[in-house]
RNA sequence: GGGCCUAUAGUUUAGCGGUUAUAACGUCUCGCUUACACCGAGAAGGUCACCGGUUCGAAUCCGGUUGGGCCCACCA
């Protein structure tokens, strides 16, 4: 049977004043209890029967879901774990809501993270190789982790739309595909015809040792001891003397202003003069600016190009022009004068070693500042002008702001982190890079006129080992090309992710349908780049809100709520995980331990055990279930049946509630208040005596609308966490309905009854009678002789006898037990 | 240093203006009762981080302090 047809005839049988009996036959679930091993031969067949495949051609509504694709580095950590496995309860919910999910598996093989593993893993740095042998070196590096990381997903029953890698639609795909490598070349001459990417010489974080520009992401921070020295500068035209203080004295050469606070009464004489830069004789004015504070040194700052980002910024503001004196090679170059040829703290001595020959310094101490170094080779980072490139978004921020208003947060206040992002952004978006595996900016430079050339959109470019596919320049008609060098950062290749799973620039048909991706699911540190940036650049691209919903995840700590960390020794690995509990424990937990999208979790081994037993408590029911014979002839329900619908009718709307909003937590921990402390607890044990009926007591109708209702709670309970525990309830489900639960409808509230019994009511009741007999030694097997209830009980009579061993009711208004 | 988020039993959590604050895990006591000992029945355990304010009434709203998380920055 197709799986339309089975939703189909399911629903339909959902109509009825009583719910429909479903038949099964004794002797099911025969295992004592539920196990891991179980669970391998159910994703097994999800595999090979591809159940959660895609279909393009689909008449249903999509959802899609834009999954944050992994490093593949290393192995899967807790968080993906966490995070997927709640992704994968939106998708199998969905599913059952009647929409075609498109749910694919990425994996980012881009960039840094891929480089240093190459690195670590040969020990050599990548300057030390020829361009192709690096990329080769990452190649291999890569090969040995990707599949690792897609075994770790289907054995956490992950119902990604495949798991083989493919250039199809929900096919696994892989950042460095020529396919998806493509796409971003595509997105960047696309915008470069659009003039918004150009071209420009700035200020960027250089590391000397590594002879690269490197990201903000990539620089750690130190604490290193330096020498504050305070200098003796002349005023020009005046036998005044000024002193300032400066912990990089080399930089000398490359200063341009000198300034003071324009509060600072000290220094007010001082504004349109001009000061003389010591050793260099060169006059600078000096300016007041907000940027120098009074109470820090002696309140006067020397502005060079560049000791920090204050000095980029302001050298920026004041549109002056930067000298820089370090070259790429970390030394210094020849604005240096004497200097050129020193090391950054050569000179540094050098200098401070003239200085006070020519007897200026007046002061020197020690104090410590936070430098920021390269987190690879440990390098201080130096701040130099290169040529790079960039995406316009500073004309775009009121539009950006509209966009983070216009997508529905999940959970709202994280909406804020976005604002503040798009507040603070001050910088068109530099996104060329000087390293080798990643995509390559699809570039030549036509050597006469140095005009640069743009390839068609749609193939994979290699620029700094291809020919230019363009025969003559169109400025200057001249036919010798060299190819750009230069690599994308890594944000530019994942922030068309959408783009890419819904087959922008490929399949226009299915774009349009497709669009917009609903559900951006991510970490909530990286909304200022992964969310950011792709909502600019689809926004440049499409002009439109590239997504309608968003789900920002916090983190998975540790049980004493501190950062997992290798040097801690408190990482928990999935893996261990799966193979001390299995997947389904660890899903139960995902759900039940807290609200991630507000707060971190903590994840302790003790818990995801815990987490277990409800599942063994599930088993249980169902096999309790599952024991008695199939329903034949009328069905009567009696009160107590009506009161545990009534109570699964606010379960389900609970339950759907939540899952719209993509909250798994508190329905699951309903659920699970719910089948231990209502339905076993005092449901199951109220009807347990008409279930068997051994004694003759009910009529068959009556014993049937126990074994009718039994069935119906059963698979309310099952379908409505079977998102949550996919394997667990698809094996209850095939092998007492012989059909799969995740092709089934989500279930709808029954809404035909309503009752007079409390469920707080009826559980203080039987806690009661448990309680007297106990307290007398008695089992509670043992018969009561008489039992005096409140008249509100009188309609679970029946029941009640039965499940106490009651031999009289007598009906009052008071509480009263008389126990033979 | 700044912004945002967060703080409830030993642990993890529910509650988000209204009677003695929710549940689970763990702990303790008793019990093999034919779905389940991965169980059942019971018990102990909380000045709801701290200080102040608003209110007839605050775990819940507001301000501040302290601890934790994420991000940004500082470094003359």
């Not at 007041?288 to 920090?308: E, I, N, R, S």
């Given at each position: 049977m ?15 004043c009583?719910p429909p ?9 025969a ?6 091993e ?5 994703y ?11 279909d ?8 899609s879901?834009?999954?944050?694709p ?31 999910v498109l ?20 020990g ?7 361009r ?7 190649k ?18 992950i ?15 892989l ?16 915008m ?5 990417i ?18 903000d ?5 130190k ?11 002349k ?6 003397t ?13 200063c ?5 606070n324009?509060e ?13 830069v ?19 040194g ?19 503001d ?12 970390g ?13 950054v703290?050569e ?10 020959t020519?007897?200026?310094i ?21 701040f ?8 316009k978004q500073?004309?775009?921020?009121d ?10 947060w ?11 992002w798009?507040d ?11 390293r ?15 005009e ?22 169109p ?9 750009e ?13 959408p783009?890419y799973?819904?087959?922008w620039?490929s399949?226009?048909a ?9 559900l951006?699911?991510q ?7 992964w969310?950011?940036?792709?909502l600019l650049?689809?926004y440049h691209l499409?002009g ?12 998975v700590?540790?049980e004493?709520g501190?950062?997992?960390?290798k ?14 509990y ?12 807290g609200?991630i ?20 408590k ?5 096999k ?19 009161w545990?619908?009534t ?16 909250d798994?937590?508190?329905?699951s921990?309903?659920l ?6 209502t ?13 068997y ?18 069935n ?5 309970i099952?379908?409505?966490?079977s998102?949550v ?7 209850i ?13 989500m ?14 009511e ?8 448990w309680?007297?007999?106990?307290d ?25 006898t ?16 008389k126990?033979?």
């Amino acid at each position: 049977m197709t799986k339309k047809a089975t939703a189909a005839k399911q629903v339909g049988a959902r109509t009825h004043c009583i719910p429909p009996m479903p038949s099964m036959t004794p002797g099911k679930l025969a295992e004592k209890a539920w196990t891991k091993e179980m669970e391998q031969q159910i994703y097994d067949s999800w595999k090979q029967n591809k159940i959660y495949s895609f279909d393009p051609k689909t008449k249903k509504k999509i959802y899609s879901i834009d999954t944050p694709p992994p490093y593949v580095n290393t192995p899967i950590h807790i968080g993906h774990a966490t995070t997927y496995s709640l992704m994968d309860m939106f998708a199998r919910y969905k599913r059952m809501m009647g929409y075609e999910v498109l749910f694919p598996l990425g994996l980012d093989r881009n960039g840094l993270p891929i480089e240093m593993a190459a690195e670590k893993k040969s020990g050599k740095k990548f300057t030390m190789y020829s361009r192709e042998e690096f990329l080769e070196l990452c190649k291999k590096v890569l090969e040995e982790s990707s599949a690792e990381t897609t075994d770790s997903f289907l054995r956490l029953g992950i119902s990604f739309n495949s798991f083989e890698q493919g250039s199809g639609v929900g096919d696994v795909y892989l950042t460095d595909s020529p396919f998806y490598r493509a796409l971003t070349q595509a997105t960047f001459i696309n915008m470069w015809k659009k003039g918004l990417i150009y071209e420009a010489e700035r200020t960027n974080n250089y590391c000397p040792g590594c002879r690269t520009t490197i990201a903000d992401s990539e620089i750690d921070y130190k604490d290193e001891n330096s020498l504050f020295t305070d200098v003796t500068w002349k005023i020009a035209g005046s036998s005044e003397t000024i002193v300032i203080g400066t912990t990089r004295p080399e930089f000398l050469c490359s200063c341009e202003m000198v300034i003071y606070n324009p509060e600072d009464a000290r220094y007010k004489h001082l504004e349109g003069k001009h000061a003389i830069v010591p050793l260099y004789g060169k006059e600078v004015p000096i300016k007041a600016h907000p940027f120098a504070q009074m109470d820090k040194g002696t309140g006067l700052v020397m502005m060079c190009a560049f000791g920090d980002y204050t000095d980029i910024r302001f050298f920026r503001d004041e549109k002056l022009t930067p000298r820089i004196s370090i070259g790429l090679d970390g030394r210094m170059n020849d604005h240096a004068g004497a200097y050129k040829g020193l090391k950054v703290k050569e000179a540094r001595a050098k200098v401070l070693e003239d200085l006070k020959t020519a007897g200026l310094i007046v002061a020197q101490r020690q104090i410590t500042h936070h430098t920021p170094i390269c987190e690879r080779s440990k390098d201080t980072i130096e701040f130099i002008g290169m040529s790079e490139f960039y995406v316009k978004q500073m004309d775009h921020k009121d539009r950006m702001r509209e966009l983070a208003q216009k997508l529905k947060w999940y959970a709202p206040e994280s909406k804020q982190i976005l604002m503040d992002w798009i507040d603070s952004v001050s910088i068109d978006w530099p996104i060329s890079r000087r390293r080798y595996y990643a995509t390559e900016v699809p570039l030549w430079h036509c050597k006469k006129c140095r005009e640069p050339v743009l390839p068609s959109p749609g193939k994979y470019y290699q620029p700094w080992r291809e020919k230019c596919p363009i025969a003559t320049c169109p400025t200057c008609s001249g036919r010798d090309f060299e190819g750009e060098t230069r690599v994308f950062d890594t944000w530019f290749d994942s922030s068309i992710s959408p783009l890419y799973i819904l087959k922008w620039g490929s399949d226009t048909a299915f774009f349009t349908k497709a669009k917009p991706c609903t559900l951006r699911p991510q970490g909530k540190e990286i909304i200022r780049t992964w969310l950011y940036y792709t909502l600019l650049k689809c926004y440049h691209l499409t002009g439109e809100c590239i997504f309608s919903d968003t789900w920002i995840n916090y983190h998975v700590l540790d049980e004493k709520g501190v950062k997992m960390s290798k040097s801690l020794g408190n990482v928990i690995d999935p893996h261990v995980i799966l193979e001390k509990y299995g997947a389904e424990p660890f899903r139960l937990w995902c759900a039940v331990e807290g609200n991630i999208t507000t707060t971190d979790l903590r994840c302790s081994f003790e818990r995801i055990e815990g987490a277990g037993k409800t599942i063994h408590k599930l088993w249980n029911v169902a096999k309790f279930v599952a024991a008695f014979p199939e329903v034949k002839g009328k069905v009567e329900l009696l009160e107590t049946d009506k009161w545990i619908i009534t109570e699964l009718d606010t379960i389900i709307h609970a339950a759907r509630d939540g899952y719209e909003r993509y909250d798994f937590h508190n329905p699951s921990l309903l659920l699970r208040n719910f089948l231990w402390e209502t339905f076993a607890s005092h449901y199951l044990e109220l009807v347990k005596a008409r279930a068997y009926n051994t004694e003759g007591k009910f009529r068959l109708a009556e014993q049937n609308g126990a074994l009718h209702t039994l069935n119906y709670a059963l698979d309310v309970i099952l379908r409505l966490w079977s998102p949550v525990m996919p394997m667990l309830t698809s094996r209850i489900y095939t092998e007492l309905r012989g059909k799969d639960i995740h092709s089934e409808k989500m279930v709808e509230v029954h809404g035909k009854h309503t009752t007079t019994l409390v469920g707080s009511e009826i559980a203080e009741l039987n806690s009661t009678i448990w309680k007297a007999k106990k307290d007398k030694g008695l089992s509670l097997k043992a018969t009561i002789k008489e039992l005096s209830l409140p008249e509100k009980f009188k309609t679970i009579e029946k029941d009640l006898t039965a499940a106490h061993g009651v031999e009289k009711i007598e009906w009052t208004k008071e509480f009263g037990i008389k126990i033979a």
